[in-house]
């Protein structure tokens, strides 16, 4: 996976990046972080991070970017579906993880990924509109 690469044939991994980031403050996600990766690791191009402050509120972030990625953008693997302390989507080149706040503060990955280009997102970026 490189920059310019496609996750599907209609959305770049950037702008795939950007727009579950836009889902996950649609839905109160707490600190929104996109994590460019690419320099970093050949496994993934970016990481969401983000955070739930329940189960409940974990379960309907990820909910609502399945919802909003419809096919044919859909997740290679997901984990955590039944736990909902830390769930992942794989969407290949894209990374998601939605966290209970006390997960997120345990595994710390902004800190394991702290080399990587940082890009938090807020409910006033996700509103602005584009152009």
């Known amino acids: 996976m490189t920059s310019g690469e496609t996750t599907s044939p209609f959305i770049s991994s950037d702008e795939l ?3 579950i980031a ?5 839905k109160k996600g707490d600190n929104v972080t996109i ?3 690419r320099k970093q690791t050949s496994i993934t191009d970016f ?4 955070s739930g402050n329940s189960d409940v ?3 309907a972030i ?3 970017i399945l919802e909003e990625l419809k096919p044919p953008t859909k997740p290679w693997h997901t984990e955590g579906l039944e736990n909902r302390r830390w769930i992942l989507l794989d969407y290949v080149d894209v990374v998601v993880h939605i966290f209970l706040q006390e997960a997120r503060d ?3 990955l902004e800190r394991l990924w702290a080399d990587a280009i940082t890009e938090t997102i807020d409910e006033t970026a996700a509103e ?3 152009g």
């Open 128 to 130: 602005e509109p584009e």
């Open 47 to 50: 990481f969401i991070i983000c």
């Open 22 to 26: 836009e889902v996950a403050i649609s």
């Open 35 to 37: 994590l460019d990766v």
């Open 57 to 59: 509120h974990v379960k």
């Open 62 to 64: 990820c909910d609502t």
């Open 17 to 19: 990046a950007h727009a």
């Open 106 to 108: 345990y595994y710390q």
